[in-house]
């Protein structure tokens, strides 16, 4: 078991910045590839950004690339998604996931542990 809790969301004006967290408990950290994802009312939950155990490996939605920053630091079983140029459109509850092995994986298919959600809020 993986225990998943995520921090840092907020209330921002657009072109803002935030920073998320999640903290991991349980299992070893390190073999599960950690995703973002996110969802706002009345739509499906969506990808986000995803980076493999060793951190070597990225990837982001197009919605977000080159705006948003997956990281990790295995030491602290966290993971962190620097979010800037924030837009209206990125408000949703953003929820941090863990998939067991190495595949970096763009959707929740695979993503056993999930967090409980931060909500992100980006008002123009």
């Known amino acids: 078991q993986v225990q998943l809790v995520e921090s840092g969301g907020g209330l921002v004006q657009a072109g803002g910045s935030l920073r998320l967290s999640c903290a991991a408990s349980?299992?070893?950290?390190?073999?599960?590839?950690m995703g973002w994802f996110r969802q706002a009312p009345g739509k499906e939950r969506e990808f986000v950004a995803a980076i493999s155990w060793g951190g070597g490996s990225t990837a982001y939605a197009d919605s977000v690339k080159g705006r948003f920053t997956i990281s990790r630091d295995n030491a602290k079983n966290t993971v962190y998604l620097q979010m800037n140029s924030l837009k209206p459109e990125d408000t949703a509850v953003y929820y941090c996931a863990a998939r067991p092995g190495t595949a970096i994986a763009r959707t929740t298919v695979g993503y056993y542990y999930w967090g409980q959600g931060t909500q992100v809020t980006v008002s123009s």
């Open positions: 349980g299992r070893t950290f390190s073999v599960y590839t």
